[in-house]
């Protein structure tokens, strides 16, 4: 390839996961609304350790099952594997029900309904793929996510989305903490809100689901006035039962199970969480 034509190429494909392995640096999305009504709804769904014997299969699928009939779109949050290897801690290696190569394969095929159906909005990885990427160089989400034809969104992203006409930002990430509790977790994605000022701002990684609005006062040079800001952060939930889990052995508290949804509002700048 000339040098032109590979200058050219460069520059269309970086950042669109053609090239180099790079993540998307900004995920511009549609999102439709619901028919007859004044909202569009976004599932996140992750932490879900595919493979471990704790993982609740049937109620992730089911929530999978409801966002493709009632035509929710969905951003995957990572830990979607349980990805268990010979030097990862604790004794998941011994204890997993399948092997990565099979954890993989199974969950290409729970995802692919949504996929083709369009709604899976991107997907990023979680601290137990990356396991296989440390050891190998490997980034098995990226795998899944060209498998699937979905956007690659690495362990953080912005998305910019729009819903007829009004703009909402989303900064996701799968998050990392070691917070037991849930006002802990909740300061954890606290913490990065102070610097990161996006209109919704979603952590996975603690098996939690919670949600709290942050108001916030600057002042608008184009108004000439003091304006109030709200930012809506988000814990994204998990599918990983306690029972005999390692958050059991690590004495975690007890979590709900499930994945939270939003609704974004076409009429006004507006976010309802639904734990």
């Known amino acids: 390839m000339e040098k032109k034509a590979k200058d050219e190429f460069i520059e269309k494909n970086t950042g669109k996961d053609k090239l180099r392995g790079r993540a998307i640096r900004l995920n511009r999305q549609k999102l439709i609304t619901k028919k007859g009504k004044n909202y569009a709804e976004l599932l996140f769904w992750g932490d879900v350790h595919y493979g471990y014997p704790t993982c609740d299969v049937e109620k992730a699928i089911a929530m999978l099952d409801y966002a493709l009939k009632k035509r929710i779109h969905v951003i995957l949050m990572g830990d979607l594997l349980e990805a268990g290897l010979k030097d990862s801690i604790g004794d998941s290696v011994y204890r997993q029900k399948l092997n990565p190569q099979e954890q993989m394969e199974n969950m290409v095929e729970i995802l692919k309904p949504l996929a083709k159906a369009g709604l899976i909005i991107g997907m990023h990885e979680g601290n137990h793929e990356n396991r296989i990427t440390k050891a190998t160089g490997i980034d098995i989400t990226k795998i899944m996510a060209k498998l699937l034809g979905v956007h690659y969104l690495g362990y953080s992203c912005w998305s910019l989305f729009s819903v007829e006409g009004i703009r909402y930002s989303l900064y996701s990430t799968h998050g990392t903490s070691g917070s037991k509790f849930k006002h802990t977790k ?47 952060v988000c814990l994204t939930g998990s599918y990983m039962a306690w029972d005999r889990s390692y958050a059991q052995a690590a004495n975690m508290p007890i979590t709900k199970l499930g994945s939270p949804k939003a609704k974004l509002f076409s009429d006004k700048r507006s976010v309802h969480f639904s734990l």
Do not use: C, P, T
């Open 186 to 232: 909740l300061k954890a994605i606290m913490d990065i809100a102070a610097w990161l000022n996006s209109d919704i701002l979603a952590m996975g990684h603690v098996h939690s689901v919670a949600s709290e609005i942050i108001i916030k006062q600057r002042f608008d040079a184009m108004r000439n006035r003091i304006v109030e800001d709200k930012q809506y």
